[in-house]
């Protein structure tokens, strides 16, 4: 009886969580629309007195401007501040360590550049390394093609569960996997040919592999790990990104 009443109070706990997470992220919609609205405003007000400005921001050491907002791309500051356009080993030195639970943990340092070239990955899927400025829109969203690495790992990033599966993952699991998805804010899914388990669950720094979409552990990665501690940018946004 004591075992079913904790599992109860825990489901409620984590429905709760994602409830919360979906409230925050539709607020952010919000705010985002009024501000866009607002600059629109603006722009028109500008226009109509026959002024229209042109600013070109660079970066302190000469680099290229912002990307067009209009794209959906973000080009703050990084760790140690700075936004390389030079793909790189990012994570290399590194190594995963599995843990009790079947999760992978990686040790070695995984770099947050932004960068606007192919990043190449010591494993696949990637769970951080330097990324695209543009993340992978990851509101629960279910991709039917492959993603950009670059650009998965900046959701990581920010948070979200990446659920991976390969040709050898049953048809029921992909779809089972799919509503779980869109039921739950800061996941995205995608297929992925390069892993050796049919389905994986990726977070910033760590990574599980299952053969099916019921096993227990599923539930387990993602309680623990969409926005959970080890979330780079807690918080940043999963709309907005790089759409379907």
Known sequence: MGSANTDHDTSAARKAHVA??????????????????AASAVVVAALAAGAVFVV????????????????GATTGAT?????????????????????PDGVRAWQGTLSRNHVTTPVTYPMHPPVGGDHNPV???????????????????????????WV????????????????????????LMSPYA???APIVLSAWGHQLGVRSADDPAVDGFL?????????????ASCSSGMMK
């Open 223 to 235: 309680s623990a790990y969409v926005q959970g501690p080890q979330t780079p940018e807690p918080g």
């Open 164 to 187: 991976t599966y390969t040709a050898k993952a049953a048809k029921s699991d992909v779809a089972a996997l799919a509503t779980r998805v869109k039921a739950t804010p800061y996941t």
């Open 135 to 161: 993340w992978a829109d990851c509101n629960g969203t279910v991709y039917t093609e492959p993603v950009k690495d670059e650009m998965a790992v900046h959701s990581l990033e920010h948070g979200a569960v």
């Open 56 to 71: 070109q921001a660079r970066s302190d050491d000469g680099g290229g401007g912002k990307a067009d907002a209009a794209a």
């Open 79 to 99: 760790t140690d501040g700075k936004n390389s356009g030079v793909g790189a080993k990012s994570a290399a030195g590194g190594r995963f360590v599995t843990g």
């Open 194 to 196: 390069q892993q050796s």
């Open 20 to 37: 919360a997470l979906r409230e925050a992220e539709q607020a952010r919609q919000r705010r985002r629309r009024g501000l866009t609205v």
